[in-house]
């Protein structure tokens, strides 16, 4: 992309992408802990991983399930989209797997996709409906945003996406924002007191002429909004104005602050990579 497209608003002076580890299938999901260390999934060969700054890279859990979307709690603890399992999880502090939720009204979850926790104690999460998936009455039949509540509850929150993907939150909780890859677009939430999302409407654009759209989003607490799409990181203001992009030499997938929480750790096909920004990006955990 040409230089005169660099979001300079936005990244740190002198600031370029780093690639920090590579040699994944297919790099998802990162998150980053409040002790230090990054977490991300190699999806295709159903890991967790866990890499600590100037540290070797470890293996946090085998047998994943497939597991794409990562996040944490207000006590620390892991909660994944096992979509080889249809199915939210929680890790317990003992590494207990405990199931938050699989099914809706009585039928199976297709495949849960990414997560963001909110600080109230509640989660909102994407399930995807395999494209040309054969009639199961015993499985949901559509694609959805759905919301973990306060109690444990599991209730619909959205379905009028194509194809929902990445969600992430506003740095003051009151909107949802949702990837649709099949649009090629975001869309915003407001979030009511009791969790609803209402008045959903498209507030960035990501058209592009091949298939696939945004991937996985990440907002900073001056308003901006970072989503991983064709060619790398695009990042809009809180009007929706696109402020540039920030090019990645594989197709990112999903995004994570860590560090100082100034630094946007994004995963690209087979790596890990980092770059500086200027703002703070926005902590939900």
């Known amino acids: 992309m040409p230089q005169t ?73 892991l909660l994944a989209c096992e979509g080889g399992a249809g199915r939210l999880t929680r890790t317990e502090k003992n590494g207990v797997i405990t199931v938050l939720a699989d099914r809706f009204e009585g039928k199976l979850l297709n495949a849960p996709n990414d997560i963001v926790h909110a600080i109230d104690g509640s989660a909102y999460f994407t399930d995807l409906r395999p494209r040309n998936a054969a009639p199961d009455p015993a499985r949901v039949d559509f694609s959805a945003v759905y919301h973990i509540t306060r109690p444990g509850g599991l209730r619909l929150a959205a379905r009028d996406l194509a194809r929902p993907n990445g969600v992430a939150l506003s740095a003051n909780q009151q909107t949802l924002f949702v990837a649709d890859s099949e649009g090629q677009n975001v869309r915003a939430y407001q979030i009511a007191p009791d969790g609803a999302l209402t008045a959903g409407r498209v507030v960035a654009e990501l058209k592009h002429d091949r298939p696939g759209g945004p991937d996985g989003l990440k907002t900073d607490e001056n308003g901006n909004l970072f989503v991983a799409g064709h060619d790398g990181v695009w990042i809009f203001d809180s009007t929706g104005r696109r402020q540039g992009l920030i090019p990645v030499p594989e197709q990112p997938s999903n995004l994570a602050w860590g560090d100082d929480y100034r630094a946007l750790y994004i995963t690209a096909r087979t790596s890990l990579y980092r770059i500086r920004m200027r703002f703070t990006g926005t902590r939900t955990f």
Request: hydrophobic residues 35%; charged residues 25%; aromatic residues 10%.
């Open 5 to 77: 497209d660099w979001p300079s608003e936005v990244v740190a002076p002198g600031a370029r992408v780093e690639k920090i580890l590579s040699g994944f299938e297919f790099a998802e999901g990162p998150v980053f802990s409040r002790l230090g260390f990054l977490l991300f999934t190699d999806l295709p060969r159903s890991r967790i991983l866990k890499h600590t700054p100037g540290g070797p890279l470890e293996i946090f859990r085998e047998n994943s399930n497939r597991a794409n979307g990562l996040t944490f709690d207000r006590q620390g603890r």
